[in-house]
């Protein structure tokens, strides 16, 4: 598969999870996301890929496709979407400052962000 392979695997990836993330929690505040739920979200999101590559290999190869087969990609990739999701969302919520988690996050909002100290550049 090679490098370049898995870079555009993971670019569509992301791509998609960002819209998983963008359809369910919109309007969250961000220490209100479940890890778990966000972590089931990665899951689904890599094993759903995961799962149409397989699919649409299988067109172009002489390979019959058996359920057995797909096992290993759906423990695996649903693994690590799982942990890269939940390590994701609770790294993000370690990273608010004292009392952001109460005010809601809104798409451009610059209130959250550490303002730089007068006199450094």
């Given at each position: 598969m090679g490098a370049t392979g898995i870079a555009i695997a993971g670019a569509?990836?992301?791509?998609?999870?960002?819209?998983?993330?963008?359809?369910?929690?919109?309007?969250?505040?961000?220490?209100?996301?479940?890890?778990?739920r966000f972590a089931l979200g990665g899951s689904l999101v890599t094993v759903a890929l995961a799962l149409v590559v397989i699919y649409v290999g299988s067109f172009f190869?002489?390979?019959p496709l058996f359920l057995g087969d797909l096992l290993q990609p759906v423990l695996m990739y649903g693994s690590i979407g799982a942990v890269t999701g939940y390590g994701t969302i609770k790294l993000a919520q370690s990273a608010l400052p004292p009392g952001a988690a109460t005010r809601e996050l809104e798409s451009g909002s610059q209130d959250l962000l550490p303002q730089p100290k007068s006199g450094t550049v």
């Amino acid at each position: 598969m090679g490098a370049t392979g898995i870079a555009i695997a993971g670019a569509i990836t992301g791509g998609v999870f960002s819209a998983y993330i963008a359809a369910n929690f919109r309007r969250k505040k961000l220490a209100d996301i479940s890890p778990l739920r966000f972590a089931l979200g990665g899951s689904l999101v890599t094993v759903a890929l995961a799962l149409v590559v397989i699919y649409v290999g299988s067109f172009f190869s002489d390979w019959p496709l058996f359920l057995g087969d797909l096992l290993q990609p759906v423990l695996m990739y649903g693994s690590i979407g799982a942990v890269t999701g939940y390590g994701t969302i609770k790294l993000a919520q370690s990273a608010l400052p004292p009392g952001a988690a109460t005010r809601e996050l809104e798409s451009g909002s610059q209130d959250l962000l550490p303002q730089p100290k007068s006199g450094t550049v």
